[in-house]
Each structure stands twice: as structure tokens, then as C-alpha cells.
């Protein structure tokens, strides 16, 4: 009786990403939407957070390669890192070209990676913000892309897609990189149309007005680029997704995709309670948009359910209960597996629209080797944010950083 009872809400998450499958179907069919010329290019200031990422040379230097005028544009990096090798290696940058790059520093990790980018906020100059994490390698067309929405005085985010350049290291990337494509995929192409776009942090773009009115970045939450994202959308601000790609890396090793899976699990689930009464009740959004965000920030409430599950299937399983949901004696067995295999179909979907059919395989091998695991993780990071019990910041290695040490 529990499998069946914690089964129904599995069927129900299954078939609504069956009908999100289908709605990004006509989504993708509607005109696209275009966007006045901008009658003069607006001055950027470009952020570079980081925390003992040597990676980030390579970041900055291609940001020094943007098409875009040089006098219109600065580039910050606001540098976390007690590594002096580090420290020198990015300040040289600001030495060797003073007024177009910046370098901050500071001697404390107060509030982290929005502290840091706080922290830099004393430097900046420009009228839209755009932010590369270190691993970034963003391409020269950039800036001129990215700031096309902001004729539209209203555009507060415009938020580009996460390209992986280490996908096919092991199954830990692979499986890193199916959760990323399917959200960028499916999801946001959805959010773009219903103007409920969420920042994801890097490689997108900030108008400074909007982010300046809802109080800039809150250092107390550990995901700060979705909870700026709902303040926005509450102030009736408009977000946007462009499908433009920046290749960047996914987490190589098992401790560090649990920990940043937990970690964005914490952080949106904190980021609907800090904010459940106006996301809830407020009149400045949309229906569709209410639901949106309340699936993007709770959705992961799948996990404690998966984990609930797989415990009562073996539990009856073990005690000899051998019908644990014999809905299969009226409906074809085929059938039965489409309606509990919704996110699967979704990575089907993904592989197929981006053209790497031949990855299948490993959708499946690296969903049914660490689904259960991941599941466990996020049940975990999901009941401690319910309770709002502590989890603490984690940066994520870059392992693009033990390259450039061993050159």
C-alpha cells in the first residue's frame, strides 16, 4: 500500500514532463521574438568571481577578445582566493592594462561568490553586468548577442545556454551534462515564452537599474542567481533566454556533482519559502508564471519521494508481496513504463533535438547507476532547507585548474 501511495506522485511528476515535452514542441514552433536595435551600445562591466581558479586567465583573456569596443566595456575580477600564486597570476592582469581590467580583492569569504560579486560592485561602472564563472571560455560575439533584449527597457536578465566542453570525460559528466541539456532544452525555451527566464549565475547579463531596485544580491542564500531571478520577476521585469552556447565544465568526480546538485536543491527550495507568500499571492505575475517558479524551486521534491519508493519496493519485495501495483493486468505493460518514465523521455527528447542520439546508452546506464544516489543527496538538501537547517556553501572544483598547474 505505501509503494502504491508514494508511486502515484512519480506517475504525476512522469506526466507532466511528458507534457512539458509537448509544450516545448509548439513552443519551439512560435515566432521567435525580436528586438529593436539599440541606439547606442551600452557600457558593460564583465565579473569575473573566483576562488583559487588559475582558470580564470583563461576566461579573462578571451573577455579581453570580445567584439565589442573596448572603451564600451571593462572587465572585474573579483578574486576570492588566498592562493598568492593565484592572486598575482590575476592581478598582473589589471597591471598590465589599467582602467580596462580591474582586480579586487578580499581577505574574507563573507557571503561567498554573491559576496564576492557584491564586493565588486564598489568598481563597477557599467549600466549591464555580465558574469563568467572562472571556467568559462566565452566566444568574441558575445557581448554585441547578449545585449540585443535590453531595448526593451523592461528586460531586467538575459540568460545565455551552458555548453560542456569535458561531457564525455566519464559517466559523472555525462549524466552532469543530460541534467544541464534537458533543463536548457526543454525548460527554458518554455520560460523564455512565458517570461519566466531564471538566472544561472554565469554567462548572462544583468540590468543594473532592475538589480540595484530589488536589493541586489542576498548573502543569504546559497543561490543567489534564482533568488534575484523571482525578486525580478515579482517587480514585473521581464527575463530572457538566448539559445547561444558558452562552453564551460561539469563536475568530474562523484563528491563534487553531489555536493553542487545539493547545493542548487538547497538554495531554490530556501529561495520559494524566504518568498512563498508573494510568490503565492502576489498580482504581479502571471498564473503560468506562478506555477513555473513553484515547479522550478520545489520540483526536486521528487527526490525523498524516489528514495520513499525504492525503500517500500523492497521492503514488499523481501516480505513476499509480490503485487505492488497491478494496474499492469489492464494497461500494457509498454504503457505502464511510459507514464513512471517521464524524465527519461525528456533526455531522449534532449539527445535527439541536439543530435546525439548515440549517447542514449549512457543517459540510461549513468541514470540507473547514480538516479538512486542523487536521489538520497537531494532528499537530504531538501529536508534540511524545508527545516531551514544549514548547508554550507561548496565551490565547486574545476579540474580545467590542475591543468594550468601542471603546465
Given at each position: 500500500?505505501m509503494?502504491?501511495?508514494?508511486?502515484?506522485?512519480i506517475?504525476f511528476f512522469s506526466?507532466?514532463?511528458?507534457i512539458?515535452?509537448?509544450?516545448?514542441?509548439f513552443?519551439?514552433?512560435?515566432?521567435?521574438?525580436?528586438?529593436r536595435?539599440?541606439?547606442?551600445?551600452?557600457?558593460?562591466s564583465?565579473q569575473?568571481?573566483?576562488?583559487?581558479?588559475?582558470?580564470a586567465?583563461?576566461?579573462?583573456?578571451?573577455c579581453m577578445?570580445?567584439?565589442?569596443?573596448?572603451?564600451?566595456?571593462e572587465i572585474?575580477?573579483?578574486d576570492d582566493?588566498?592562493n598568492?600564486?593565484?592572486?598575482a597570476?590575476?592581478?598582473?592582469?589589471?597591471t598590465d592594462?589599467?582602467g580596462?581590467?580591474?582586480y579586487?580583492?578580499r581577505?574574507?569569504r563573507e557571503?561567498?561568490?554573491p559576496?564576492?560579486?557584491?564586493?565588486?560592485?564598489?568598481i563597477?561602472r557599467g549600466e549591464?553586468?555580465?558574469?563568467?564563472?572562472?571556467?568559462w571560455?566565452?566566444?568574441p560575439e558575445f557581448?554585441?548577442t547578449v545585449?540585443?533584449?535590453?531595448s526593451?527597457?523592461?528586460?531586467a536578465?538575459?540568460?545565455?545556454r551552458q555548453?560542456v566542453y569535458n561531457?564525455?570525460?566519464n559517466?559523472i559528466?555525462?549524466?552532469a551534462?543530460?541534467l544541464?541539456?534537458?533543463?536548457?532544452t526543454?525548460i527554458?525555451?518554455?520560460?523564455?515564452?512565458?517570461?519566466c527566464v531564471?538566472?544561472c549565475?554565469?554567462a548572462g547579463?544583468?540590468?543594473?537599474?532592475a538589480?540595484e531596485r530589488?536589493?541586489g544580491?542576498?548573502l543569504n542564500?546559497?543561490?543567489?542567481d534564482?533568488?534575484?531571478s523571482?525578486?525580478?520577476l515579482l517587480?514585473?521585469?521581464?527575463?530572457?533566454f538566448l539559445?547561444?552556447e558558452?562552453?564551460s565544465?561539469?563536475p568530474?568526480?562523484?563528491e563534487s556533482f553531489?555536493?553542487?546538485q545539493?547545493r542548487?536543491?538547497?538554495g531554490?527550495?530556501?529561495?520559494?519559502?524566504d518568498?512563498a507568500f508573494?510568490i503565492i499571492f502576489?498580482e504581479g505575475?502571471s498564473?503560468?508564471?506562478r506555477?513555473?517558479?513553484?515547479f522550478?524551486?520545489?520540483?526536486?521534491v521528487?527526490?525523498?519521494?524516489?528514495?520513499?519508493?525504492?525503500?517500500f519496493?523492497l521492503v514488499?519485495?523481501f516480505?513476499?508481496d509480490?503485487?505492488l501495483?497491478?494496474?499492469?493486468d489492464?494497461?500494457?505493460p509498454t504503457?505502464?513504463?511510459v507514464y513512471?518514465?517521464?524524465?527519461?523521455?525528456?533526455?531522449v527528447?534532449?539527445l535527439?533535438k541536439?543530435k546525439?542520439?548515440?549517447e542514449?546508452p549512457?543517459?540510461?546506464?549513468?541514470?540507473f547507476?547514480m538516479g538512486?544516489?542523487l536521489s538520497?543527496?537531494?532528499?537530504?538538501?531538501?529536508?534540511k532547507?524545508?527545516f531551514?537547517?544549514?548547508?554550507?556553501?561548496?565551490?565547486?572544483p574545476?579540474?580545467?585548474n590542475?591543468?594550468i598547474?601542471?603546465k
Amino acid at each position: 500500500m505505501m509503494y502504491n501511495i508514494t508511486l502515484l506522485p512519480i506517475i504525476f511528476f512522469s506526466l507532466l514532463y511528458i507534457i512539458l515535452i509537448f509544450i516545448n514542441l509548439f513552443v519551439n514552433k512560435s515566432p521567435q521574438r525580436t528586438y529593436r536595435q539599440l541606439k547606442e551600445l551600452p557600457f558593460i562591466s564583465v565579473q569575473v568571481p573566483t576562488f583559487n581558479d588559475p582558470i580564470a586567465v583563461r576566461c579573462v583573456e578571451k573577455c579581453m577578445r570580445f567584439d565589442y569596443p573596448q572603451d564600451k566595456y571593462e572587465i572585474i575580477i573579483a578574486d576570492d582566493s588566498t592562493n598568492l600564486n593565484t592572486q598575482a597570476l590575476l592581478k598582473r592582469f589589471a597591471t598590465d592594462n589599467p582602467g580596462f581590467i580591474k582586480y579586487i580583492h578580499r581577505d574574507n569569504r563573507e557571503g561567498f561568490k554573491p559576496g564576492a560579486l557584491k564586493n565588486a560592485m564598489k568598481i563597477t561602472r557599467g549600466e549591464i553586468i555580465v558574469i563568467f564563472d572562472a571556467d568559462w571560455i566565452p566566444r568574441p560575439e558575445f557581448l554585441k548577442t547578449v545585449i540585443r533584449p535590453f531595448s526593451n527597457p523592461r528586460v531586467a536578465i538575459v540568460q545565455t545556454r551552458q555548453g560542456v566542453y569535458n561531457h564525455k570525460t566519464n559517466l559523472i559528466t555525462r549524466f552532469a551534462a543530460y541534467l544541464l541539456m534537458i533543463y536548457s532544452t526543454i525548460i527554458m525555451p518554455i520560460n523564455n515564452k512565458i517570461n519566466c527566464v531564471f538566472f544561472c549565475g554565469t554567462a548572462g547579463a544583468i540590468r543594473r537599474k532592475a538589480f540595484e531596485r530589488v536589493g541586489g544580491w542576498n548573502l543569504n542564500s546559497i543561490t543567489e542567481d534564482s533568488d534575484l531571478s523571482v525578486n525580478l520577476l515579482l517587480r514585473g521585469y521581464e527575463t530572457v533566454f538566448l539559445d547561444f552556447e558558452t562552453p564551460s565544465e561539469v563536475p568530474e568526480t562523484f563528491e563534487s556533482f553531489i555536493k553542487q546538485q545539493m547545493r542548487w536543491c538547497y538554495g531554490n527550495v530556501r529561495v520559494f519559502f524566504d518568498n512563498a507568500f508573494k510568490i503565492i499571492f502576489s498580482e504581479g505575475i502571471s498564473l503560468k508564471q506562478r506555477a513555473m517558479i513553484i515547479f522550478l524551486t520545489l520540483g526536486n521534491v521528487t527526490a525523498p519521494i524516489v528514495v520513499l519508493m525504492t525503500l517500500f519496493g523492497l521492503v514488499g519485495w523481501f516480505s513476499g508481496d509480490l503485487h505492488l501495483f497491478t494496474i499492469s493486468d489492464i494497461i500494457n505493460p509498454t504503457v505502464k513504463f511510459v507514464y513512471t518514465a517521464g524524465f527519461m523521455l525528456m533526455g531522449v527528447f534532449t539527445l535527439y533535438k541536439r543530435k546525439m542520439m548515440d549517447e542514449i546508452p549512457y543517459l540510461f546506464l549513468s541514470a540507473f547507476t547514480m538516479g538512486v544516489i542523487l536521489s538520497v543527496a537531494i532528499s537530504i538538501a531538501f529536508v534540511k532547507a524545508v527545516f531551514n537547517k544549514k548547508l554550507h556553501w561548496f565551490c565547486t572544483p574545476k579540474i580545467a585548474n590542475e591543468l594550468i598547474a601542471l603546465k
